[in-house]
């Protein structure tokens, strides 16, 4: 195992799979500059990282993310707050855009910016304690690092108006239904749940996960027939590669030995 440690999270490398870790855990792990330049530099890192297959994002303590440090935020100039936002927008694609499948364990509050991030995760787990919401509307805010665009685009409109104009800080389960989280885990089994998932995804081809990921984030932009293109010329392209042509022959020869018994 590889760790590295940074000021504000930690990476750990196991097998193919990276554990970023928040670690701000006496602030609920709220985001301050710091960690904000931290997250971007781990993640692009990361994505670039050939020996890492699926990256897991948590936090330590109680939250996942409580969103922005307030107290750095109001003591921010105009010029430091716009230049907060436009890194902010670095951050998120960093882990949105990653070539890596990027799995959230939502392990306590992930409000604000922290449920931003939730937000640009590929997969979400969260356990029975978690609450997600975008509150800023209590500051007379909204949120800044995406949090209208993409609530709509996993939400629908009306569950992110809902989400948006009244600040309700909602439990992780009632997100299953709506698809943004995808399991709710017992609290002692997150982690290893999370990291399980990682692992069994890393353990595939590199090129066909994302592939797969980069399609499927394409389907958000309405464009089906460029989307179809695009997948045909991938699922070929996996067809002819060695690990496909062996995977398939393989598969089918095991049909043929069972069906001789």
């Known amino acids: 195992m590889t760790v590295v440690d940074y000021q504000t999270l ?31 530099t781990a993640f692009e890192s990361l994505s670039k990282d050939d020996t890492i297959g699926a ?7 109680r939250g996942f993310m409580a ?10 100039t105009d ?14 694609a960093a882990i949105e855009n990653n070539v890596k499948p990027v799995i959230a ?3 306590g509050f992930a409000l604000g910016g922290g449920m931003e991030l939730v937000l640009c995760c590929d997969i979400v787990l969260a356990n029975q304690f978690a609450k997600l919401g975008l509150p800023e509307i209590k500051l007379g ?8 665009q993409r609530s709509v685009a996993k939400l629908g409109r009306n569950r992110a108006n809902m989400l948006l104009l009244t600040g309700a800080i909602v439990p992780a389960s009632e997100f299953v239904a709506a698809g943004l989280v995808n399991e709710i885990v017992d609290a002692a089994a997150l982690l ?27 389907a958000l932009t309405g464009d089906l027939a ?36």
Do not use: C
């Open 10 to 40: 930690t990476v750990e490398k196991k097998g193919r799979t990276a554990l970023v870790t928040l670690r701000r855990a006496d602030q609920l792990n709220a985001m301050n500059k710091l960690m904000q330049a931290e997250i971007t």
């Open 141 to 148: 805010l909204i949120p800044g690092g995406g949090g209208t």
């Open 105 to 107: 364990a939502v392990n």
């Open 192 to 218: 290893p749940r999370a990291m399980e998932l990682a692992d069994a995804i890393a353990a595939e081809p590199a090129t066909a996960i994302e592939g797969a990921k980069r399609l499927t984030a394409h």
């Open 67 to 76: 969103g922005a440090d307030i107290k750095e935020y109001a003591e921010q």
């Open 226 to 261: 460029w989307g179809l293109a695009m997948e045909r010329d991938l699922v070929g392209q996996l067809y002819r590669s060695e690990i496909g042509q062996a995977r398939v022959r393989e598969f089918a020869e095991r049909s043929s030995a069972k069906a001789k018994q």
């Open 55 to 61: 990256i897991v994002l948590t936090g330590e303590g």
């Open 79 to 92: 010029a430091e707050f716009d230049a907060f936002q436009a890194a902010g927008t670095r951050m998120y």
